[in-house]
């Protein structure tokens, strides 16, 4: 009961949740229209490299994943390193396109968006079991009779956020193409914010499904075998090109040209294999902005019910 009551606290709390790596008191994004300004210079010199990363995991794992990685970067590039924590996957894009951030680890939409809206530059994607790939994941609890994504209409159901490519708009496509909107298919639709909390939700029975990504699934399993052994996959989609690492268009050449080269090196040395087994990852390739495309033509096909739901247009 206690363990279910605190997922249900965190399931209300977790859409104001802004954290930050070592302590550090980080600054607040303006929810502003985004502008896209220059990366300042003192961030070039002074201060360190602001590498942002939204919630995909839980708050605490993703600082507990992604710290190690920031000290890595620290010690190759030869400058302070830091985590920035998002709200969102939107949010995230406002660092980036701000300038807050100099760089970050995105969902493979938000790169589309970010694309569009100011140019965010590619630098390098993992390869999961050899392919720069991942998938959507529909998940039910073990003792669940559904074995489609069909089967759970009328049921309770997770997104993670409305930006999330395997947390939402793969979902919501395949709904939209069955003919019914996701509010209108599901009796009950919740957003988790993070994939972690929708497993949770999906484990403890607060929903009878969920969407998540197939690599946080896996890795969330490693950490808590339950995880995956109560709940099962029924549904797969994709695959998708996968969650890049960006930049700022106006980061310099020079810090572009070294950040790569980091990523593309990480699997050559034991420190740097053992932070890619961390998030699950075999090793950081180069890829090409094409390889995103079949996420662009899903995301127009879905634009419309992004945002009436977006703005509450039930």
């Not at 392919?131 to 069909?150: D, Q």
């Not at 909107?181 to 499904?209: C, M, Q, W």
Request: proline content about 5%; aromatic content about 8%; glycine content about 8%.
């Amino acid at each position: 009961m206690k363990a279910r009551a605190w997922l249900l606290a965190a399931l209300v709390v977790s859409s104001g949740f802004a954290g930050c790596g070592r302590n550090e008191k980080l600054p607040r994004v303006s929810l502003r229209k985004n502008i896209v300004r220059p990366v300042a210079d003192s961030q070039l010199r002074e201060a360190p490299y602001r590498i942002a990363i939204a919630g995909m995991s839980s708050p605490s794992h993703a600082t507990e994943t992604y710290g190690p990685i920031m000290d890595y970067f620290t010690k190759k590039l030869g400058h302070p390193t830091r985590i920035l924590l998002a709200h969102s996957y939107a949010d995230l894009n406002k660092m980036v396109g701000s300038g807050e951030a100099i760089g970050a680890f995105v969902c493979s939409g938000g790169y589309v968006d970010g694309r569009a809206q100011f140019g965010m530059e590619l630098v390098a994607a993992p390869t999961f079991h050899g392919e720069a790939t991942y998938y959507c994941h529909i998940i039910v609890p073990e003792g669940s009779e559904a074995n489609k994504l069909r089967d759970l209409q009328g049921k309770r159901f997770a997104f993670t956020d409305r930006d999330s490519n395997t947390g939402c708009q793969m979902p919501a496509y395949q709904v939209l193409k069955m003919g019914y909107r996701p509010e209108s298919f599901f009796a009950k639709l919740i957003y988790t914010r993070n994939h972690d909390l929708a497993i949770a939700a999906v484990r403890d029975g607060i929903v009878d499904g969920a969407a998540v990504d197939n690599l946080i699934y896996e890795v969330a399993g490693r950490r808590d075998p339950r995880l995956t052994r109560e709940t099962k996959v029924i549904a797969s989609y994709g695959p998708c090109a996968s969650p890049p690492v960006v930049v700022h268009p106006s980061a310099p050449k020079e810090f572009k040209d070294s950040f790569k080269k980091v990523l593309l090196t990480m699997h050559l040395d034991p420190d740097g294999r053992r932070l890619l087994k961390s998030i699950a990852a075999d090793r950081f390739v180069e890829i090409q902005d094409s390889a995103y495309d079949s996420i662009r033509v899903m995301r127009r096909e879905t634009k419309a019910w992004t945002n009436r739901s977006r703005h509450g247009d039930r």
